[in-house]
């Protein structure tokens, strides 16, 4: 496994995790990260982006100001930081990652991690 995303559960509406995205196999500080979720039937959408350096980083719309992407070069480490979660965050969560001073395509990224579940009750 290349990439691995982890830090999922199930949370009541309202709540926050935090998700971590590392890597055992290469550094990260050289790769755009990406954060993608796809929820059952739906398709894999992209949810927050980070330049290699931390300097840009992006959100879908549904998750501004909720939802928070930052990273640590040092513990090659990327989180998503998620706040007052709504039952329509629920989904797999994914990180993947792409080579370069580029930014985050849901079909261009160059690897992908396994994912883990989030759950947000009513």
């Known amino acids: 496994v290349q990439l691995q995303a982890s830090g999922g559960g199930l949370v009541q509406a309202g709540g926050s995790l935090r998700l971590s995205c590392a890597s055992s196999e290469f550094t990260l500080k050289y790769y755009v990260i990406g954060w993608f979720r796809q929820a059952p039937g739906k398709e894999r959408e992209g949810v927050s982006c980070i330049s290699s350096t931390g300097e840009h980083t992006g959100y879908t719309d549904s998750v501004k100001g909720r939802f928070t992407i930052s990273r640590d070069n040092a513990k090659n480490t990327v989180y998503l930081q998620m706040d007052s979660l709504k039952p329509e965050d629920t989904a797999v969560y994914y990180c993947?990652?792409?080579?370069?001073?580029?930014?985050?395509?849901?079909?261009?990224?160059?690897?992908w991690g396994k994912g883990t579940q989030v759950t947000v009750s009513s």
């Open positions: 993947a990652a792409k080579y370069g001073n580029t930014w985050c395509v849901t079909n261009g990224m160059d690897y």
